[in-house]
């Protein structure tokens, strides 16, 4: 029997400095009222959905950076979004810039279920970028200055009638990030990006490669752990500075099922089927008979690259 | 200063059950001297490169599968090679089925340096398939019935001037495969495939997506640990079962810089920068700066899949 959802990936379009979180807001809201008329299960907005990509600029003073983050979520701006999604009955889930009580400051997003109650928070944890200005760079991407890395591990939560996972932006690049999620069953993720179209240390990429790269991890890490992909796209240029779209869901054999092809507010919107991750599962995925996991120690016991384990020699 | 070679990938096209060794010795030879006219470095064959794809066959006595092993390399058929590659002054690798003097059973390749050396060996960690007869089945696909899984690792050698490792067919699948050579440090991986063009388990999947999923997993695994990749077949019809191509050349960045449209015996040849892998490795995937294993525990902990870590709760 089918496990039927639909999905609403609901990309934004791009948020100026000058924007405020009311008019932000206001956007999703009127993405929610689109996607509640499709009957959309579950609408899943980018990564740092209620601001611009902040991290582009550098501030000398940290604490400058501070009105851009949450400290309470839902807080007062937030919670239209929370009741709208209650009453049309809706799960949600969204990124945004989070402040903890005891000063510590994330990446996060958050999976909603339609009864308003928020069922798992997720801190990114692969955090580009760097600390300090790097005058080397065509633009700035401090990822690494305003945030902590995660600290909660990739969870998946029962939401849905299904296994759901949350991941952000760069996270996608990490085969981790979807292998961690695999091995509890992951049967949906949900992930929002901002993504530079302009590689800040090599400008002549240019924008299709970078889309190339954003695919290709999208459709390996949906392939190889046998699930569903929804990932959003905040697009369109910020203050000069343009971020690619690439909204787009990805079926459990790695098949893109579904793109948007502008930089705008917009909706893409599909009823998947949450069995159709058992076939693979099942067979060339299935883990408990296929995974050898002896020779998987360097993953977990190296960070970074160390000496080649390669001896030779003729007794070979 | 670039680090250039110029590498072979050379394609052998079907080998039936009734073919001698000495014969597909021979025509590995010519490709070899093909591959010596083009200045290779370097000459890479497919897995099981000796014989047919034995494990389609289902022997209730497996020691009748015992002529399709070798029991030492180089032997008395296989010798050739070695002088031949020896005396062109060009590397080699290929894969074989391996019999060792105390009655272990590998799907083994051997890395063999200019000067004859074998430098290294790999056994077939991720073996697909089944044991047993499996009436289910459009054909049968027994690797785990002849093949004990490899116990070497996934070393990676000081080769030709870089780091190269191997990986056979079905291990390209797996990113454990890409990642534990990629914390080595590897900058060229050598792969073979014989790869059917009919899932045995999903007759309706057709040739496209089987090779689409083929090329996925080589380009992720390239461009996810900044490496050059050498994936050649063993294709066209073995005694009525069709083995696909994809014999190809894919760049640091995952692109396909090469790739061969046939089905019979045949090179190609490419001269490839290892030092290209050098601008990912120290940008976006430099591992030292980017990788949080802490969280990635689940990955040599788990085997199979186990329960969803997500607790939800309105504390979060």
Redesign the interface.
């Known amino acids: 029997m089918p496990r039927l959802i639909t999905v609403a990936a609901a990309q934004l379009g791009p948020i100026q400095r000058a924007d405020s979180r009311g008019s932000v807001v206001a956007r999703m809201l009127k993405l929610m009222e689109d996607a509640a008329r499709e009957r959309a299960d579950l609408i899943v907005y980018p990564e740092l959905a209620l601001t611009t990509f902040f991290p582009r600029w550098y501030l000398e003073d940290r604490s400058q950076a501070e009105p851009w983050f949450e400290s309470c979520m839902p807080g007062p701006e937030t919670l239209p979004l929370f009741e709208r999604a209650r009453a049309l009955g809706m799960a949600m889930s969204f990124g945004y810039a989070e402040a903890t009580p005891v000063g510590q400051h994330f990446n996060s997003s958050?999976l909603v279920a339609a009864t308003g109650?928020?069922?798992?928070?997720y801190r990114k944890?692969?955090?580009?970028g760097h600390v300090e200005h790097d005058p080397e760079r065509t633009h700035q991407h401090l990822e690494k200055r305003y945030f902590e890395?995660?600290d909660l591990?990739?969870?998946?939560?029962?939401c849905l009638g299904g296994?759901v996972?949350m991941a952000i932006c760069?996270d996608r690049?990490?085969?981790?990030t979807?292998?961690?999620m695999?091995?509890?069953?992951?049967e949906l993720v949900v992930l929002g990006f901002n993504t530079p179209s302009v590689n800040s240390?090599?400008a002549g990429e240019g924008l299709a490669?970078r889309m190339?790269?954003h695919r290709?991890?999208l459709?390996?890490g949906a392939?190889?752990n046998a699930t569903w992909v929804v990932a959003v796209a905040k697009a369109g240029v910020e203050d000069g500075h343009h971020l690619m779209g690439g909204t787009m869901i990805v079926d459990p054999?790695?098949?893109i099922v579904a793109e948007l092809d502008h930089e705008a507010d917009g909706l893409l919107v599909r009823t998947i089927d949450l069995d159709d991750t058992r076939?693979g599962?099942e067979?060339?995925?299935?883990?408990?008979?296929?995974?050898?996991?002896e020779?998987?120690?360097?993953?977990?016991?190296?960070?970074?690259?160390?000496?080649?384990?390669?001896?030779?020699g003729?007794e070979?």
Chains 1, 2 share one sequence.
């Open positions: 958050v109650q928020i069922v798992g928070k944890i692969h955090l580009p890395p995660g591990g990739f969870p998946v939560w029962n296994l996972g760069n690049r990490w085969p981790e979807w292998r961690v695999g091995l509890q069953g992951v240390q090599k490669e190339f790269h290709l991890s459709q390996a392939y190889q054999e790695g098949r076939f599962k067979t060339i995925f299935d883990f408990k008979r296929h995974r050898r996991i020779h998987y120690g360097l993953i977990t016991k190296r960070t970074g690259v160390g000496a080649p384990l390669g001896k030779g003729p070979l």
